[in-house]
């Protein structure tokens, strides 16, 4: 009776985690380096979604891993950069995280018209469930 509820949940932590990893990557498109102060653009994450099922049987989503996107760094001509190429063909070049705003921006609407979709789902669980005791009682 209560799995539509417990599938619910599951998409929300999901698309919860999901909208974590969008905003990591918005807050690090710009860093060039990573925790150990070397230069290292700070590589784009995603989630990977897979079905699950908890304890009691029920069916649902979770994040399966957090993959790292392999798409080539940006490449900047920015020459007052401290992390700029100093010497060769690529002077004055900084490579910069592969992270596309607008792509990131387009994902993080859709996770959270998921996760509306998710709590809409819950609520008319409950209104159902609820219409179901009225008519018993």
Not at 111 to 129: D, G, H, Q, V, W
């Amino acid at each position: 009776m209560f799995e539509s509820l417990d599938i619910g949940a599951s998409g929300l932590v999901a698309q919860r985690q999901r909208m974590e990893t969008i905003a990591q990557n918005l807050a690090n498109a710009n860093t060039t380096r990573n925790a150990r102060g070397e230069i290292s653009p700070y590589r784009r994450r995603f989630v990977v979604f897979q079905p699950a099922r908890d304890k009691s049987g029920a069916a649902g989503v979770r994040v399966g891993r957090i993959g790292l996107d392999q798409s080539p760094f940006r490449r900047e001509y920015r020459p007052d950069h401290p992390d700029a190429v100093k010497q060769g063909p690529d002077k004055g070049y900084v490579m910069m995280p592969n992270i596309d705003m607008a792509t990131e921006m387009v994902n993080a609407i859709e996770a959270s018209r998921a996760y509306e979709a998710n709590i809409t789902m819950m609520e008319t669980s409950k209104a159902m469930f609820n219409a179901s005791l009225r008519l018993l009682v």
